[in-house]
């Protein structure tokens, strides 16, 4: 991280400072046990700054160049100790590069969901994540606000401290905000600048600056979110009722494929009785409604239409279907219908053959009548 030159007798001639760690933030310049001669050369690098410690109290800072630590380009440090006399004080200095660069890709993340009042769904919770940049704009701010006496400071000494105040502006300016949570996606660029610049006099009083915050996503519970998708299914529907009766659809046609399944035929016998009560108020016996019954008796409760079961067939490890009654009579007739032929029906417990079921028997036993006679 560091190179000393000992270029005459005990005393360090060159100070200078290289950093390969990308999360160094402040680094001291150690002497180990040596003075710093009078006239030494100190090296600041484009993207630092040195700052100058003696006896304790702040000397100087300098800006990216090369320096003769002599008293005519360092006179506050003259007034402080007596660095006229070529440094013959026994008292010793320190010298703490501070990295001025920017500290990128830095994440911050809500650790507990944030409540608000949102003008469509009321009272929610949501989370947030991201990252941001951080800059040292003030390295003698920074090192008496932060650093101290830490000879190598990085950046995950401060970051949780950072992702504390962007938490607490972004909670309170998203509660402010009155955008609602649908409309946040759309905003979060704003949202970003919003924050950051809520955020900058606090870290100005560290001597640091947030060039940067972005919000990658906002997120609400998954609760919220289920319910959230299941009322744009229903928006998707339309009407309620329609969405309703494509919903109990679905659910008789995934009953109705399950085996050994017993919810098909309850299923199907509710919506038979649900779609009989609705044909009976809305036409009379022959598709219109007489006169006498324009007013429908609200005590008559019609009977039940009678559920018609459907036939799946299983052959060579195959199923095929579902078939009608009547689609089974005509195989029967045909004969791709036999007695040995394995059939199901919902509420049916597994496979069966088809003379082993009492409404399919029946197609088998049945013979026309004799042929008349010729006269």
Known sequence: MSLFNFLSGEFIDVIHWTDDTRDTMVWRFERQGHAI????????????????????????????GLYMLETNNMPVLTTLQHWDHGFRSPFKSEIYFVNTT??????????????????????????????????????????????????EFTMDEISFQIRNIIVQEFSRAIAASGIPVL????NTADLGKLVAAEIAPTLAGYGLTMPELYIENISLPPAVEK?????????????????????????????????????GASIGAGMGMAMGQQMTHAAGPWGTRPAAQAQPDATAVPPPLP????????????????????????????GRLTRRTHVWTAGQDG????????ELAQLFTVLPPPPPLDD
């Open 37 to 64: 001669k009078y006239g030494a050369k100190l090296t600041v690098r484009e993207g630092q700054a040195a700052v100058f410690i003696h006896e304790g109290q702040m000397a100087d800072v300098f800006t990216p």
């Open 102 to 151: 920017r500290f990128n890709n830095l994440k911050w993340g809500t650790k507990n969901p944030i409540m608000l009042r949102d003008p469509e769904f009321g009272p929610t919770r949501l989370r947030a994540f991201g990252t941001y940049t951080i800059r040292v704009t003030d390295p003698a701010r920074f090192m008496v606000e932060i650093v101290g006496t830490d000879g």
């Open 183 to 186: 409309d946040m996606a759309a």
């Open 351 to 358: 496979w069966l053959r088809a003379e082993e079921v009492t």
């Open 227 to 263: 319910a959230l998708d299941k009322r744009t299914s229903m928006g998707l529907a339309g009407d309620l009722g329609e969405y309703t009766r494509y919903s109990a659809a679905e659910a008789m046609t995934t009953a109705a494929a399950t085996p050994n399944s017993g919810m």
């Open 307 to 334: 559920v018609e079961h459907v036939w799946h067939i299983a052959e060579k490890g195959q199923t095929t279907g579902p078939f009608s009654k009547a689609d089974m009579g005509r195989m029967a007739t045909e």
